[in-house]
T-cell receptor, first 114, second 114 residues
């Protein structure tokens, strides 16, 4: 089945630093999504990407849909303490019985030191 | 609050008991999804509904699991004869017609089987 490799597994950074994390897959996805999850809560959608090469921003967050459709990255600029959480990439592959099913990475745990 | 809601937020049960969880999606969303998340992992797809029709079920959904969405609005997920391996966070998500691959998650139900 489809698998997503997300890296790094965890990051410890100082407030104000920029952060970059990425996701790679062995198969093609039609949509890439990035979520943030805080302890005891469900994932919150941050950014959705629909086309290969697409670059989308949401405030201090920027994400790109890789040209090969097998990867995506998320950047966070000028991190603040409330950025702490687990960031998940998720991909959706239409067709072949995989419609609407999201495949998630294992997450990147971000810790920001004030 | 017009987001996805789930009830209960926490459930502790003894092995062998049956449990039922409820999900209320965002009101105009016609698709509803169930995922399971264990510690250190991303959510894993279980099943999804389009209106009242259950269109896909994961192999993770053993015959002890059943999900319904009788009127195309709220959904229930029942686990019969619970096992310790069923302990996990059960997440519900919904999506609408216009952006049907943007799935919005509820806060989850944390199940602990003793």
């Amino acid at each position: 089945g489809q698998q997503l490799n997300q890296s790094p597994q965890s990051m410890f950074i100082q407030e104000g630093e920029d952060v970059s994390m990425n996701c790679t897959s062995s198969s093609i996805f039609n949509t890439w999504l990035w979520y943030k999850q805080e302890p005891g809560e469900g994932p919150v959608l941050l950014i959705a990407l629909y086309k290969a090469g697409e670059l989308t921003s949401n405030g201090r967050l920027t994400a790109q849909f890789g040209i090969t459709r097998k990867d995506s990255f998320l950047n966070i600029s000028a991190s603040i303490p409330s950025d702490v959480g687990i960031y998940f990439c998720a991909g959706e592959a239409r067709g072949g019985g995989s419609n609407y099913k999201l495949t998630f990475g294992k997450g990147t745990l971000l810790t920001v030191n004030p | 609050d017009t987001g996805v809601s789930q009830d209960p937020r926490h459930k502790i049960t003894k092995r062998g008991q049956n449990v039922t969880f409820r999900c209320d999606p965002i009101s105009e969303h016609n698709r509803l999804y169930w995922y399971r998340q264990t510690l250190g992992q991303g959510p894993e797809f279980l099943t999804y509904f389009q209106n009242e029709a259950q269109l896909e079920k994961s192999r993770l959904l053993s015959d002890r699991f059943s999900a319904e969405r009788p009127k195309g609005s709220f959904s229930t997920l029942e686990i019969q004869r619970t096992e310790q391996g069923d302990s996990a966070m059960y997440l519900c998500a919904s999506s609408g017609e216009l952006a049907d691959n943007e799935q919005f998650f509820g806060p989850g139900t944390r199940l602990t089987v003793l």
